[in-house]
């Protein structure tokens, strides 16, 4: 371990050496990925590597509202947690778990004087912002693993320690946590750090893999090795659509698959005619090849942990038409889906377009919805096929934009056996097929190749279908509803989007009006949060209810229950606060840890001017981050402030007041 005046140098001269070469600006080796740190904490923090530093704590009370706010989190990784630390506590190590903000919020500790360190117990703040460079905060800051060892610290008053940590990442590839080994140990050999990086990084695999299948519990799922310690995880339905995909996954397959458009299986590894029946190789050791000869990848294939719900179907045809039958009553369905009432709220607009729709229901009249992204047009189209005449048949809904270009014509159309290499044996209907006698719901038409478009127009208009390679065509009977967000008078007018295809599919055009656009909008966000809390005992405070109503939701309802989903979660008591909203990337900021009989200080406003903060604290070091952020992403974008609010996935209000609060002149 070196003296002070040894590590103060080591530290600014590499740090110095790195800016000096623009080392950031390419692939970091690991001792050059350090000194990055350290040049953030020199540059970006403004820290001093000698300089006594007090780690920084939240209070009880928080601590058991971040504990709360990750209880999936804690409950899976507890015991995973407990499984390894028997045998990492004899050599004197602990193991903290780590949020996303750099808190600890779990820890088992090797309480030894000799090995135990004070200042990483639970409650204490390792952000790299906020403590310099550390196992927690560095890991979460690269997204990679990360080993920490004596003076690889930034502060001196943490060259005793060393540690490793992984990052955590949720089932969908969110960064969440960091798993963290850590010692007081100042003779600690490097080279242990590195096997205790590998212990670190395993046990982040095994918590990330136990969050996934929990996640996708009624999916098949493959799992493949990525490296020694870490694992990709795939989840799949019964007909090879990709439901999901882990952190580790979507690293290893990034140049095989585009999550935006891909969701079949076989987009990504060459089709496997063993795969035909899932249920029978569930527990089964396989090789699959990486499309277009990529290598092979030996994976195993599980059984999901919960049966998927059956899929309904039609058991034959009607013994009368479909059309001739009469419409059900608006009411609550079984499966729990909206109502057509129920979509409508008491918004006079879209009250109008139920009654427009309830005219139309009984005919085969196409249906087009539009409107922005996250307003409900998936929910409206099943709520359209439930009170129709054709609700006792099958519901298929197909997302044009979610399947590649060469894909859509099997997936749609459907293929006879043998149409092309890899095509199953017994063919496939495809979805227009499978779709028969009831609705068929196209998403995201606007997104449908100009290619694939000119047979969709021909199947509309002669109500019959040719599988790919079949010769054989068939006759169908579908009611279409389409979907888009995008401006189909526009995508016509640039050569995207055929005219008449347009014509064909607007039989009734029903446009869904934005969140911010509907009078009811206190309705709705009382509905969906008394939805949310599930018969809990929760109520919205005035002053929430009030920044609710007054946000502008550019993700429409999908984002609002993406956010009251979390209020509902992290509040404390039986009231929602506006802290617990999160809608406009606030960082929840606490005080320093102080001795039990000292009463906490007051927090500052989250407004406060960067030139208030106390400098060399967690709040001046965010703001200050912030501030920094803004004004590169507003350069970027050439002073656009609606450009660098969108990019910074702000409100334009919210930039304007930021602007204010910092001083940035634009």
Not at 59 to 83: F, G, H, T, V, Y
């Amino acid at each position: 371990m070196l003296d002070l005046r040894s590590h103060v140098s080591r530290i600014v001269s590499n740090a110095n050496q790195l800016s000096v070469s623009g080392g950031e600006g390419r692939q970091l080796r690991a001792a050059d990925a350090m000194a990055a740190s350290w040049r953030r904490c020199m540059e970006g923090y403004r820290f001093d590597p000698a300089a006594k530093f007090r780690i920084e704590a939240v209070s009880d009370a928080e601590l058991r509202l971040q504990r709360e706010a990750n209880d999936k989190l804690l409950s899976i990784a507890q015991p995973e947690i407990d499984a390894i630390f028997g045998a990492v506590s004899l050599a004197g190590f602990s193991i903290s778990l780590g949020n996303l903000d750099g808190y600890i919020i779990a820890e088992r500790a090797n309480y030894n004087p000799e090995f135990y360190s004070e200042v990483e117990r639970a409650g204490t703040a390792w952000a790299e912002q906020s403590a310099g460079t550390n196992a927690i905060g560095t890991c979460l800051v690269e997204r990679r693993p990360v080993g920490v060892h004596t003076n690889d610290h930034f502060f001196y008053e943490f060259s005793a320690l060393s540690c490793a940590s992984a990052p955590l990442f949720s089932p969908d590839a969110e960064l969440i946590g960091a798993i963290n080994i850590s010692i007081r140990n100042p003779e600690l050999q490097r080279e242990t750090l590195k096997v205790v990086l590998g212990l670190s990084t395993g046990l982040a695999d095994r918590i990330g893999e136990r969050l996934f299948r929990e996640a996708f519990r009624r999916n098949y799922i493959l799992k493949f090795a990525t490296s020694p310690v870490d694992h990709g995880l795939i989840a799949i339905d019964s007909d090879f659509q990709l439901a999901g995909l882990n952190h580790a996954a979507r690293e290893a397959l990034q140049d095989k698959v585009q999550l935006a458009r891909v969701r079949s299986l076989w987009a990504v590894f060459e089709r496997d005619h063993r795969l035909f029946d899932l249920t029978r190789l569930s527990g089964s050791e396989l090789t699959l090849h990486l499309q277009k000869g990529g290598d092979a990848v030996a994976v195993s294939l599980s059984a999901p942990m919960e049966a998927p719900p059956q899929m309904m179907r039609a058991a034959a045809m009607p013994s009368e038409p479909a059309r001739l039958r009469n419409p059900a009553p608006p009411q609550r369905t079984t499966t729990g889906a909206l109502t057509l009432d129920d979509c409508a709220g008491s918004d006079p607009r879209m009250a109008t377009n139920v009654r427009f729709i309830r005219r139309v229901l009984g005919g085969s009249l196409p249906i087009l919805l539009l409107g922005e992204t996250g307003v409900g047009k998936d929910a409206f189209a099943r709520a359209v096929h439930d009170e129709s005449p054709r609700r006792d048949g099958p519901f298929v809904a197909f997302n044009c934009a979610s399947v590649p270009d060469t894909l859509i014509d099997s997936e749609l159309f459907g293929y006879g056996g043998g149409a092309f290499t890899g095509a199953r044996r017994e063919g496939s209907p495809g979805r227009l097929v499978e779709a028969d006698g009831g609705t068929l719901f196209l998403d995201e038409i606007g997104d449908m190749p100009v290619s694939q478009q000119t047979r969709l127009l021909h199947v509309l208009e002669s109500g019959t279908v040719t599988p790919l390679g079949s010769g054989k065509p068939r006759r169908i009977d579908v009611q279409v509803v389409a979907a888009t967000n995008q401006n189909l008078e526009a995508r016509i007018a640039e050569g995207q989007f055929r005219q008449d295809l347009y014509y064909r599919l607007a039989g009734a055009v029903i446009d869904l009006p934005a969140l911010r656009e509907r009078t009811d909008r206190r309705a709705l966000i009382e509905t969906v949060f008394s939805d949310l809390a599930e018969g809990r005992r929760l109520a919205l405070s005035p002053e929430a209810l009030a920044l609710l109503m007054g946000h502008d939701w550019p993700g429409n309802i999908r984002e609002l229950r993406h956010v009251l989903n979390r209020a509902v979660h992290v509040c404390e008591g039986g009231l929602v606060m506006p802290g617990d909203i999160q809608i406009r990337g606030t960082t929840r900021v606490t005080a320093p840890l102080a001795a039990p009989s000292t009463p906490p200080a007051p927090e500052a406003p989250l407004d406060m001017p960067l030139d208030a903060l106390e400098a060399g604290t967690a709040r001046h070091a965010i703001a200050a981050a912030e501030r920094e952020a803004i004004v590169a992403m507003l350069a970027r974008c050439g002073g656009n402030v609606k450009a660098a609010a969108a990019a910074l996935r702000l409100s334009r209000a919210t930039l304007y007041r930021k602007l204010q609060r910092y001083q940035i002149v634009h």
